[in-house]
C-alpha cells in the first residue's frame, strides 16, 4: 500500500517568514495530493490539491509543488502571518473506489509575531 | 447545508461500556470515512464506505464495528471500550472517487477510562 512521509514534524518560524512542508509518497501510481489545514480544536480542512497532470499549484500565498519522479510534494507558505500556525497535512491517492487517501503524520506550523 | 455533523462532542466511556458514534452529511457524497487522531500520528483511517451498502475495513479496524445505515449516515460503535480508544474521532465524506476532496465533520472527543 501507499506510505506517506512528512517532514518537519515541527516548524517555528518569524511572521513574514516562508515555511515549506515536504512530503514523499511510494506508490508511483498516486495521481491526487491534497494538504488540509487544521487549527487547534478544529475539523481538517483542504487549502490547496494538486494533480499529477501539473507541476505546480498557487492560491494567493499558498503553493504545492509536484515531482512525479522523485515521488515527492512540497506546501509552500509565502509571508507568513499568526493565523497560519496549524498543523498541516498531506495526503496521497489514485483513482479508484478501492484506495484510499493515506495521510502524512501532519506538521506543526508555528509562527512567531 | 450543515455538511458533515457529528454527534456527540464529546463522551466519556468506563473501560467495557459500549456506545455509537453517529455521522450524517447532507452533500448528496457517495463515500465516507472514520478515522482517529492521537498525537503525533495523524489521520488513522478506520472503517470506510465507498458507496450505500459497502464497508472496509481501514488501517485500524479492531474494536470498531460501522454501519451504513443509508445514503447520508455513517456510524461507527465500539462494542466493548477500552483506554487505547480515547481519542479524537473524525468522520468525513468524499463526493465520489478516492481522489476528491474529503469534508470533516467537527469531531467527537472520547476519553475511556
Known amino acids: 500500500g501507499e506510505n506517506v512521509e512528512q517532514h518537519p514534524s515541527t516548524l517555528s518560524v518569524q511572521e513574514g517568514d516562508s515555511a515549506v512542508i515536504k512530503c514523499t509518497y511510494s506508490?508511483?501510481?498516486?495521481?491526487?495530493f491534497p494538504w488540509y489545514k487544521q487549527e487547534l480544536g478544529k475539523r481538517p480542512q483542504l487549502i490547496i490539491d494538486?494533480?499529477?497532470?501539473?507541476g505546480e499549484k498557487k492560491d494567493q500565498r499558498i503553493a504545492v509543488t509536484l515531482n512525479k519522479t522523485a515521488k515527492h510534494f512540497s506546501l509552500h507558505i509565502t509571508e507568513t502571518q499568526p493565523e497560519d500556525s496549524a498543523v498541516y497535512f498531506c495526503?496521497?491517492?489514485?483513482?479508484?473506489?478501492?484506495?484510499?487517501?493515506?495521510f502524512g503524520r501532519g506538521t506543526s506550523l508555528i509562527v512567531h509575531p | 447545508n450543515a455538511g458533515v455533523t457529528q454527534t456527540p462532542k464529546f463522551q466519556v466511556l468506563k473501560t467495557g461500556q459500549s456506545m455509537t458514534l453517529q455521522c450524517a452529511q447532507d452533500?448528496?457524497?457517495?463515500?465516507m470515512y472514520w478515522y482517529r487522531q492521537d498525537p503525533g500520528m495523524g489521520l488513522r483511517l478506520i472503517y470506510y464506505?465507498?458507496?450505500?451498502?459497502?464497508?472496509d475495513k481501514g488501517e485500524v479496524p479492531n474494536g470498531y464495528n460501522v454501519s451504513r445505515l443509508n445514503k447520508r449516515e455513517f456510524s461507527l460503535r465500539l462494542e466493548s471500550a477500552a483506554p487505547s480508544q480515547t481519542s479524537v474521532y473524525f468522520c468525513?465524506?468524499?463526493?465520489?472517487?478516492?481522489?476528491?476532496?474529503?469534508?470533516f465533520g467537527p469531531g467527537t472527543r472520547l476519553t475511556v477510562l
Open positions: 468525513a465524506s468524499t463526493k465520489a472517487a478516492s481522489t476528491d476532496t474529503q469534508y
Open positions: 506508490d508511483s501510481a498516486s495521481n491526487y
Open positions: 494538486i494533480r499529477s497532470n501539473v
Open positions: 495526503a496521497a491517492s489514485r483513482q479508484g473506489g478501492s484506495y484510499i487517501p493515506t
Open positions: 452533500m448528496n457524497h457517495n463515500s
Open positions: 464506505s465507498a458507496s450505500e451498502g459497502t464497508t
